[in-house]
C-alpha cells in the first residue's frame, strides 16, 4: 500500500529513461579530430594557383606566397572584387589549368566576404573546376584556449553554403591561428596541395584538425 502512490512516479520515470536513451541514439555532437592523413611534401606538383589575398591577411599571405613558390608553385594573384564580370576578365587573363583557387580573408569581413563570394561565382562562370579553399584566422573555437573574431564565423557559414551548391568547385575551409608559425605554414600548403583532403580543417600546435559529426 505504501508504494501504490508512487508507482505513477516511478513509471514516469521509466519511461523517460527509456526515450532519452533512444532519442540519446540519434544525437551527434561537433568535435575535432586530429587529422591522420600525411600532409607532408610528397612528389605532387604544385602546379599554378589562383590567390586572391585580402588587406589585413599579411601574417598568412607573406609566408605562404613564399613557401609556395619555393615549391615551385606559379601564383597568379588576384585583386579582390565585388565586381562579378570583373573578377571574371581577372580570371580569363589569368589562363587556366590550375590546381586550385585560395581566398585569404582579412580584417574587414563584410567586404572580404562578398569577394569571397563573388570569387566563387566568377570560378563557375570561368567554368574552371579547380577546388577553392577559404583560407581564415581565430574563425573557429578548437579548445578553450582559442580566442575568436566573432564576424569571421560568417565566412565559415558561406564557406558551407558554396560546399553544398557547388561541391565539384570546392577545396574547404582552413582556419589558422593568430600568429601562425613556419611549421603552420607547411602544414597549410601541404594541405592544399594532398590529394582527398577536403572540408573543414583547423591548424592548431603545429597539427591538423578536421571538424566531426560524432554520436555522443
Known amino acids: 500500500a505504501l508504494v501504490e502512490p508512487l508507482l505513477p512516479h516511478l513509471r514516469s520515470w521509466h519511461d523517460s529513461t527509456v526515450r532519452d536513451g533512444e532519442v540519446g541514439k540519434w544525437l551527434y555532437e561537433e568535435t575535432w579530430v586530429e587529422h591522420q592523413a600525411s600532409v607532408s611534401a610528397g612528389s605532387e606538383s604544385f602546379g ?21 613558390e619555393e615549391q615551385g608553385a606559379d601564383l597568379r594573384i588576384l585583386t579582390p572584387s565585388e565586381n562579378r564580370s570583373g573578377l571574371l576578365a581577372q580570371l580569363k587573363d589569368a589562363g587556366d589549368n590550375f590546381r586550385g583557387a585560395i ?9 572580404d566576404l562578398g569577394s ?41 557559414g558561406l564557406g558551407r553554403t558554396i560546399a553544398w551548391e557547388n561541391p565539384e568547385t570546392w577545396g574547404g575551409l582552413i582556419d589558422l591561428p593568430k ?4 611549421e603552420d605554414i607547411a602544414i597549410l600548403g601541404n594541405t ?25
Open 48 to 68: 599554378t594557383w589562383l590567390v586572391m589575398a585580402h588587406s589585413g591577411s599579411e601574417s598568412i599571405q607573406i609566408p605562404l606566397y613564399s613557401w609556395l
Open 179 to 182: 600568429e601562425p608559425e613556419d
Open 192 to 216: 592544399l596541395n594532398a590529394a582527398g583532403i577536403s572540408g573543414e580543417l583547423v591548424i592548431r600546435g603545429q597539427r591538423l584538425w578536421e571538424r566531426k559529426l560524432l554520436r555522443k
Open 116 to 156: 569571397a563570394l563573388v570569387m566563387s561565382q566568377a570560378l563557375a562562370d570561368a567554368s574552371l573546376k579547380c577546388p577553392m579553399w577559404i583560407i581564415t584566422q581565430r574563425a573557429v573555437v578548437v579548445d578553450s584556449t582559442d580566442w575568436v573574431h566573432p564576424s569571421l564565423g560568417s565566412c565559415w
Open 103 to 111: 581566398c585569404l580573408i582579412g580584417a574587414q569581413t563584410e567586404r
